[in-house]
């Protein structure tokens, strides 16, 4: 099978976090780690997110913006980049999915869809 020249793959990791939410106030509060692997064959710079942010209730949010976390990586062939973020609802499960947007070492520019994830702070029964 052929490498892609301009290939991404997103890895989310959700968590709840307990000490930081009061439920009794409608506050959830998340946190998501993402693991970003450039699997292409060109070296590229992350510009820019969009997240399509989604509340129990169906309340959608939109956030765009430069980079992640304040940077704007540049990864070569089989480099990755790691970071983690968070975000609020006012229900205590939500869904997140949406792109970064890419520009490789040709000035081609191109998206990486980020794969929707649920963030829920529903106790799991072990």
Do not use: C
């Not at 997110?49 to 959608?60: L, M």
């Not at 949010?61 to 992640?68: I, N, Q, S, T």
């Amino acid at each position: 099978m052929p490498v892609n020249r301009y290939s991404i793959k997103v890895d989310p990791t959700p968590f709840y976090l307990a000490d930081q939410s009061d439920p009794a106030n409608d506050i959830y509060t998340f946190a998501y780690h993402i693991s970003i692997v450039n699997d292409g064959e060109a070296s590229v710079q992350l510009i820019s997110r969009h997240w399509i942010i989604t509340d129990g209730n169906d309340k959608v949010e939109e956030v765009r913006g430069a980079g992640v976390i304040g940077k704007q990586p540049t990864l070569a062939p089989g480099e990755s980049f790691e970071y983690t973020s968070g975000s609020q609802f006012k229900t205590p499960v939500g869904t997140m999915h949406g792109s970064y947007q890419f520009v490789a070492e040709d000035g081609v520019k191109f998206d990486a869809p980020i794969p929707r994830f649920t963030l829920s702070a529903k106790r799991v029964l072990h």
